[in-house]
């Protein structure tokens, strides 16, 4: 099993919806989630960090939590074709000296 | 916000050249520095820890002789791709975080690598 796994997509939801990104990491003891997007030929860039159960909203952006499945999501929004890119779940992995550990990635294409 | 610069963005070398890049963290100490590199399509691979002071820890597979990396301070790692081959082609990524627990990776704007 993948320490930190996503599903790789394309995930292909029309303008206006809401795109669901799941992600899944090994580490029972993991405390600290993030989520990164990243548009073709640019470097990663923070969208949202999140530490506890429950959900977090940031703008037309959610992630949600459950440590007790281990897993976390992030919602969007009200989906633009500017959201089109690739996003990387990633997550602190005990069992890999507490490096920050990236998932494969969903890319994601909103079509107008 | 915390903020990387790498530099350079874009770089072409020939065959058998060698090439630094630069890592800085503009606004904050960094003891740890994370080199990345990504081929097209294809997701994140972590190459290197940079430690400050220290040697850098390599991933497994990745060659510390043609990878060398330097951080001598609290702001700046290098990273140089020795002798070059088109296989090295690729995109380079340096990231840091502030020192705070649970501080999120910051990531530079990336250098991408043509070796001709």
């Given at each position: ?86 996003y990387?779940?990633a ?22 | ?19 630094k ?9 960094a ?15 972590l ?6 002071g220290s ?30 081959h ?7 990524i340096?990231?840091a ?15 991408r690598?043509?070796?001709?």
């Amino acid at each position: 099993q993948k320490e930190v796994e996503q599903n790789s997509g394309p995930l292909s939801v029309p303008e206006g919806a809401i795109a669901s990104l799941n992600c899944t990491y090994s580490d029972r003891v993991s405390q600290s989630f993030f989520w990164y997007r990243q548009y073709s030929g640019k470097s990663p860039e923070l969208i949202m960090s999140i530490y506890s159960n429950g959900d977090k909203e940031d703008g037309r952006f959610t992630a949600q939590l459950n440590k007790a499945s281990q897993y976390v999501s992030l919602l969007i929004r009200d989906s633009q074709p500017s959201d089109s890119a690739t996003y990387l779940c990633a997550v602190n992995i005990k069992a890999a000296g507490n490096k920050l550990t990236f998932g494969g990635g969903t890319r994601v294409l909103v079509k107008p | 916000g915390a903020v990387v610069s790498q530099h350079p963005s874009r770089v072409i070398c020939k065959s058998g050249t060698s090439v630094k890049i630069e890592c800085r963290s503009l606004d904050f100490q960094a003891t740890t520095m994370f080199w990345y590199r990504q081929f097209p399509k294809q997701s994140l691979m972590l190459m290197a820890t940079s430690n400050e002071g220290s040697k850098a820890t390599y991933e497994q597979g990745v060659e510390k002789d043609k990878f060398l990396i330097n951080h001598a301070s609290l702001t700046l790692s290098t990273l140089t791709v020795t002798s070059a081959h088109p296989e090295d082609s690729s995109f380079y990524i340096c990231s840091a975080s502030p020192q705070i627990k649970n501080s999120p990776l910051h990531f530079g704007n990336g250098t991408r690598l043509t070796v001709t």
